[in-house]
């Protein structure tokens, strides 16, 4: 079983930047796609970012890209979030999720492995 555990999350000014770190357990790390997804309440799971575990090839939603970064340390077993030029409608709870296999999706029924969230609040 996978354990996920997401931290870095805040609260940041519009504009600012937060690093959103995801520390993984349970599974050998280079086995597992990475994904990134917010969820606001009374609203679906939106995805974010993902990158692939088999050449770390990434992608991003239409609305973060150009802002948002992810990268992964399989030597540390952690993903991470930069977040860059956040806006006050990023206010989510922020999911790190995992998958078996290397294909990145956006929907969030095709990643097993959930943590419990992380806080971004981006005041306006």
């Known amino acids: 079983q996978v354990q996920l555990v997401e931290s870095g999350g805040g609260l940041v000014q519009a504009g600012g930047s937060l690093r959103l770190s995801c520390a993984a357990s349970?599974?050998?790390?280079?086995?597992?796609?990475m994904g990134w997804f917010r969820q606001a309440p009374g609203k679906e799971r939106e995805f974010v970012a993902a990158?692939?575990?088999?050449?770390?090839?990434?992608d991003y939603a239409d609305t973060v890209k150009g802002r948002f970064t992810i990268s992964r340390d399989n030597a540390k077993n952690t993903v991470s979030l930069q977040l860059n030029s956040l806006k006050h409608e990023e206010t989510d709870v922020y999911y790190c999720?995992?998958?078996?296999?290397?294909?990145?999706?956006?929907?969030?029924?095709?990643?097993?492995?959930w943590g419990q969230g992380t806080q971004v609040t981006v005041s306006s």
């Open positions: 990158i692939s575990r088999r050449d770390n090839s990434t």
């Open positions: 349970g599974r050998t790390f280079e086995s597992l796609t």
């Open positions: 999720a995992a998958r078996d296999y290397y294909n990145i999706y956006h929907e969030s029924n095709l990643y097993r492995y």
